[in-house]
């Protein structure tokens, strides 16, 4: 009814997800790549056909998410659209409320909406929510599907998601918070999906630290253990063995004091603990950025700590001079050329894939690790390097964002040097290379990073683990926990009913 002719691809899992989604609410978990946009193309076509005069709601976790989504649909229906965000003003927010068939925004924006009645439910027939796997806790899908339900005439919801999750119950968690009764899953493996599937060839590169960054590395164990004694001549964490203290320990020794402080116990004992415990995770976060990061990242860490640092944790570590002397130390290497060799290797994978209209996507955690990464690479002959942030503190705006990656896609820069903005959902055309510069202990992360790859055809994604530190870890972590949520995914495909009798869907049925 409201599609442009020609514009859709007929593909048979896509109708047929369709088909069981179209009046009831569904989670469709589906690889990424693989047209989930399309189906909620069908489903508003489908529902806004069946109910006159009724309107449809897609919500997507990001500004420059919406906007695809917003550019996408506006190519294949014949709709009246509008897109907000909270760069829009209220009171045009409320007119394309009323006056728009279709509306894609950011869920805190209509939450915000919602608690002003700016927006009513009642004429909505169809929420798509993407990335559905975000709908748990307090984020603000869980609030928006529940009155979504409650106030809609006609109400049916459509989740969207490549990656549940890698725990059983919150997926449980994620289907009740959506009012979810029936599920569809295709994996890559599915007769019917098989064929589109692109190839992708993953390596994983042994990064090997050279023996100056293994003894900072070292001096800043040191620092932590000293720290870590200290807790322990106050009364904390005695009983813990030494060698079972990690970040994870002190972050939740420094959560539980808090605590203690908000409920009124100020006492010495305890503000120092939290003074200390908060030293620590600043150290381990040095500690991690010189082992996997670079060199030039800690050393900037270390220097805004010593020369610009007003918390009282900043003072302390400031006048500790072997934390003075691993500034001294790394200024001192980086003059002399020293570095972490990830940024080589970053250069010798480019210069060997990215030949003619390749393109290529690099992930990283830190901002000032994609400041480096970008400096690294600039006047490499054949690299075309741009940085690819958030918008928070200083980032780009959502116009820069989507500027960014529409000269990306058209070749005016071959290298999107990215933080985890570009991570999730965003369908970046043309991208045929992914360096992971370090490993995520997500097995979710890990599968949206993947993603950004190959949509189009084969794609190839090194991930840089340097030996003894974090990123073995965590490269394991992530791939146990994908395990276990393929694992889980198959169990549901094979007995869907188990959601059902498990209680899940009590309330929905």
């Known amino acids: 009814m409201f599609i442009k002719e020609g514009r859709v691809e007929e593909r048979e899992y896509q109708k047929n997800i369709f088909d069981s989604a179209k009046d009831s609410n569904t989670l469709v978990i589906l690889p990424t790549g693989l047209g989930k946009t399309i189906i909620s193309v069908l489903m508003t076509d489908y529902r806004l056909g069946k109910f006159a005069g009724s309107k449809a709601l897609f919500l997507a976790p990001t500004r420059p998410l919406v906007n695809q989504h917003y550019k ?5 229906m014949n709709l009246d659209m509008g897109a907000v965000s909270g760069s829009t003003k209220k009171s045009d927010r409320k007119s394309l ?6 509306i894609f ?42 009155k979504f339900m409650a106030y809609s005439k006609h109400a049916v919801i459509l989740g969207l998601t490549a990656s549940p999750a890698s725990d059983r119950e919150k997926i449980k968690v994620i289907c009740d918070n959506l009012g979810i009764t029936n599920i569809e899953i295709r994996g890559e493996d599915d007769p019917d999906v098989k064929q589109y599937v692109k190839t992708k060839l993953v390596r994983e590169i042994r990064i090997v630290l050279p023996k100056e960054l293994q003894e900072i590395t070292k ?10 004694e200290s807790l322990q001549d106050i009364g904390l964490l005695k009983n813990a063995a030494t060698s079972k203290i990690n970040r994870v320990t002190i972050l939740m020794l420094q959560k539980s004091l808090q605590k203690r402080m908000f409920a009124g116990n100020r006492t010495g004992y305890t503000i120092r603990g939290i003074i200390t415990t908060s030293k620590i995770l600043k150290l381990y976060h040095a500690l991690n950025l010189v082992s996997t990061q ?6 900037k860490f270390i220097e805004r700590i010593i020369k610009h640092g007003t918390a009282k944790t900043d003072k302390e570590l400031a006048k500790t001079p072997q934390f003075v002397e691993l500034y001294e130390t790394s200024s001192n290497l980086l003059e002399q050329g020293v570095e972490h060799p990830k940024l080589e290797k970053v250069v010798s994978i480019l210069k060997e894939s990215l030949g003619r209209d390749k393109r290529a996507i690099i992930f990283t955690q830190y901002r000032d690790s994609v400041d480096t990464i970008f400096s690294h690479l600039r006047g490499i002959d054949g690299v075309r390097p741009i940085k690819f942030i958030g918008q928070g503190r200083g980032g780009l705006s959502q116009k820069d964002q989507i500027n960014i990656i529409k000269d990306f896609e058209v070749g005016v820069y071959n290298v999107l040097v990215s933080t985890s903005v570009s991570e999730e959902g965003i369908s970046i055309k ?6 992971f510069y370090e490993t995520i202990p997500s097995g979710i992360r890990a599968i949206q990073r993947r993603g950004r790859v190959g949509r189009f055809d084969a794609g ?3 991930i840089l683990i340097t030996e003894n530190t974090s990123d073995e870890g965590y490269y394991w972590v992530a791939k146990r926990k994908e395990s276990r949520m393929k694992k889980i995914i198959k169990d549901i495909k094979a007995n869907p009913e188990s959601l ?8 929905f049925i």
């Open 219 to 228: 001096s800043v164990r040191s620092l932590i253990q000293g720290q870590i």
């Open 500 to 507: 059902r009798n498990d209680g899940t869907l009590k309330g």
């Open 72 to 76: 996408t649909f506006s190519g294949i």
């Open 294 to 299: 670079s060199l030039e990242s800690f050393n």
């Open 460 to 462: 190839k994604i090194f």
């Open 105 to 146: 925004a950011t869920p805190q924006t209509i939450d915000h909406d919602i608690d002003s009645e700016i927006i009513d439910f009642s004429d909505f027939s169809l929420l798509v929510v993407d990335e559905a796997h975000h709908t748990i806790g307090n984020y603000a899908y869980v609030k928006i599907a529940k």
């Open 97 to 102: 409320y009323e006056t728009s068939q279709l």
């Open 430 to 435: 043309g991208a045929d290379v992914a360096i």
